[in-house]
């Protein structure tokens, strides 16, 4: 007999779980044990709810109550008030600009623009209980498919849904399948890319997390329609709760009868099994991913062959990225008529985006294809923290490229954002305020893709290496005229050159980048100044001395003491000497001391100087 | 597990489990849970709703909890929140007449008129 009349759901994504929403989850069960109300609150770990911003945050049900930056002390207060006299804690509650505050989880504004496919569960269910998936409809699509479609048909359905891969390169799912269909082969794969690598990224982590089972049985659709009996999910070592929630679900199929032998009692046989990536980059890309299955060492390789005619060990495979596999269910229960009813013309459905950088609402949030970025950054991610100004938006990751205020109502679909230097990428989403130096984030992405690339093509192993040092030298004060040509030079050459995706996309940052902001390249190489203070070699410490008090805290603070100065004269900086910690302009009670932008004419001197003798000597 | 049919049978008892999270609901039942309340007995009030409910397997029947009603006198106070009709707010409860109330107005849809304390919103 059930006495239970509240559903707790707390999110246990990865992001709540460092904020300490386990701790919260301990700190419940024993104030409900205390008073005697274990057996009426029902408390579910559920995957990640989107808004990683407010965490820890939690769900309460039936009123749907939204929680936000939950603490182990507020725990007495939410069951004393809210579970025994029914009067939810209104601090807790999200608030907006204007006080209003939202009551419940529909209600809050972050959620009001999402369409939730993929992810629709996340969040909703208990990730661990096969039987709340069951609930939300899980395994019908397969169970439909495996007795009422030939694999033929199933192909096409997904063609007409309109299906494209959400890894990055958007190449239409049914086009692999059909391949793969094609091909006779005593033995054929199915491999989920769960290697998600892109900085700032954690879709595929946290659909696996929270949601495990609809990848599963995603997984074992695009089986059934290729023909294939094995499967296997490549997930990075360092999403442990992934691997662990997505090893058990396989084991709860399997009990169930799910998986294994004549499933729903068709002639479809399936096994999976889930393999650890050490964390390359590069094993993203769908050829070096393969080999690492494959015990070898993660290199990609030429293309043709391609993996749908010679994949894993020698068979026809296809590689299927997990955001891609988790609308496959929802495309047989709904239809795909209902799939590519949204979005535009060549980007059917919705994508799943990692909001980061200068918003307030940083998070996980699904879209409809075609919302305008501006909808994305502003109505979905709440705009820009602390009153800054919006400068730029990173899409894609290191392969991706930047966009600026001028593009800020372009629709977000695969061609649309290719035309203008951006790409769709796997939804890794940085949004950059004013205070951002573009050269730094371009160097940023490029130092990212020195570090991963495996260096098996030279023009990625050598040409990015050399574009580091190009814009290593023009962020420290030493561009000269003709770096940015000689840039843009290299960065077609290695996209044109490599082998694989990572090298061919690698450039992006740094060409778009020059694209929309070259100005700021060219200040950094003629003026020897970067406007936003970030380039250390390019600004400088500043005393100002009608300010100054005289207090000396700021030369006792200075690790290389190079502040001097009396109460009476005020302080200086040596600016040969500086190393720009920013100690004095942190400790200074006045403020006196300001960053200042550009190279310090002393410097620049003594550079200049320097720069002389050594020509001197080469001569 | 080898059918569809299979399949609906272990998702309705899962969807049973999680009615709480929304879906099928015909009668939400909500009881004042403020300090006066308490002090008159709501929570054995709400607990027998909570046990009624569950021996007769109604799956389309939420209890749920609010704050103070401003009905002090008349505590503790339920109402009874059904689609398309008028809030009917029943008072002086007891764990008895919550017995009669399940049976007469959830399973039966007759309003128990002797303890009506006020109708519509």
């Not at chain 1, 239409?172 to 890319?193: A, F, G, L, R």
């Not at chain 1, 984030?441 to 260096?455: H, N, R, T």
């Not at chain 1, 290593?472 to 040509?485: A, H, L, N």
């Not at chain 1, 006045?590 to 020509?615: C, D, F, L, Q």
């Amino acid at each position: 007999m059930s006495l239970k009349r509240i559903d707790l759901l707390i999110c246990c994504g990865s992001g709540c779980v460092s904020a300490g929403s386990l701790k919260i989850k301990e700190r419940f069960h024993e104030v409900l044990q205390e008073k005697n109300l274990a057996n009426e609150i029902n408390i579910i770990e559920t995957g990640c709810m989107g808004p990683c911003d407010y965490g820890p945050v939690m769900v309460i049900y039936p009123e749907g109550t939204f929680y936000k930056k939950v603490s182990p002390d507020d725990v007495e207060e939410i069951v004393n008030e809210h579970f025994i006299k029914g009067r939810p804690v209104a601090r807790l509650m999200l608030q907006d600009d204007e006080e209003n505050t939202f009551n419940t989880q529909r209600e809050v504004p972050f959620y009001q623009k999402q369409v939730k496919v993929a992810l629709a569960n996340c969040g909703y269910i208990d990730p661990e209980s096969m039987d709340e998936y069951i609930a939300t409809g899980g395994y019908e699509a397969l169970g439909t498919v495996l007795t009422t479609m030939t694999p033929q048909d199933t192909i096409d359905v997904i063609k007409k849904s309109g299906l494209r891969g959400r890894g990055g390169g958007g190449f239409p799912t049914h086009i692999k399948w059909q391949m793969v269909h094609d091909n006779k082969s005593d033995e054929k794969y199915v491999i989920c890319n769960g290697d998600e690598g892109d900085p700032g990224a954690f879709m595929d982590r946290s659909l696996l997390e929270g949601d495990p089972h609809r990848i599963l049985e995603g997984m074992m659709i695009a089986a059934y329609a290729i023909g294939a009996s094995n499967g296997f999910f490549y997930i990075r070592a360092e999403y442990p709760l992934a691997i662990k929630r997505i090893k058990l679900a396989i084991e709860q199929a399997k009990e169930a009868g799910l998986m294994g032998k004549n499933v729903f009692g068709s002639n479809f046989c399936f096994d999976a099994e889930v393999r650890t990536g050490a964390g390359a980059f590069v094993c993203g890309e769908e050829m070096a991913l393969i080999h690492s299955i494959e015990g070898s060492r993660g290199n990609p390789t030429p293309k043709p062959p391609y993996p749908a005619v010679q994949g894993l060990w020698g068979k026809p495979t296809i590689v299927n990225n997990v955001e891609t596999i988790g609308n496959i269910p929802t495309i047989f229960l709904k239809g795909a008529d209902w799939f590519a009813s949204m979005g535009t013309e060549t980007s059917k459905g919705t994508k799943v985006f990692a909001l980061t950088g200068d918003i307030k609402n940083t998070g996980l949030v699904e879209v409809p294809m075609g919302i305008t970025l501006r909808e994305l950054i502003f109505d979905v991610g709440g705009g820009m923290t602390g009153g800054h100004k919006f400068k730029a938006v990173q899409l894609g990751g290191p392969s991706g490229g930047c966009l600026t205020v001028e593009h800020l109502d372009v629709a977000v679909d695969y061609e649309t954002l290719k035309e203008r230097g951006a790409m769709m990428g796997s939804g890794g989403v940085i949004v950059m305020n004013d205070k951002n130096c573009m050269v730094n984030i371009a160097k940023f992405f490029m130092d990212f893709c020195v570090d991963e690339s495996c260096g098996k093509c030279s023009p990625c192993r050598i040409g990015l290496k050399q574009m580091l040092d190009i814009l290593e030298r023009i962020t420290s004060g030493k561009g000269k005229e003709g770096d940015v040509e000689e840039l843009q030079r290299l960065g077609e050459a290695v996209s044109k050159l490599s082998l694989c995706g990572l090298g061919q996309s690698a450039p992006n940052p740094v060409l778009s980048t020059i694209r929309y902001f070259r100005e700021e390249y060219e200040a950094h190489i003629r003026d020897k100044s970067c406007a936003t203070k970030v380039c250390l070699d390019l600004m400088h410490f500043d005393i100002d001395k009608d300010r100054c008090i005289g207090c000396s805290l700021c030369a006792r603070k200075c690790p290389v003491t190079c502040i001097t100065g009396s109460r009476e004269d005020k302080y200086t900086i040596h600016q040969l000497d500086c190393v720009k910690c920013g100690n004095c302009q942190d400790v200074c009670p006045v403020k006196a001391v300001s960053r200042i932008p550009g190279m310090h004419p002393e410097v620049t001197a003594k550079r200049e100087a320097e720069a002389k003798i050594a020509n001197h000597h080469d001569d | 597990m080898k059918t569809l049919a299979d399949l609906k049978k272990i998702r309705e008892k899962a969807q049973e489990e999680m009615k709480l999270r929304g879906g099928n609901v015909r009668i939400k039942i909500v009881v004042g849970m403020g300090t006066s309340g308490i002090a008159m007995g709501a929570r054995e009030v709400m607990k027998t709703f909570l046990e009624e409910i569950a021996n007769r397997n109604l799956t389309d029947v939420l209890v749920t909890q609010t704050g103070e009603k401003g009905l002090s006198s008349m505590e503790p106070v339920v109402d009874l929140i059904e689609e398309g009709k008028p809030k009917v707010t029943y008072g002086n409860m007891t764990p008895d007449k919550v017995k009669k109330v399940v049976v007469e107005h959830i399973v039966n849809g007759r309003t128990v008129s002797d303890y009506v304390v006020a109708t519509g919103n």
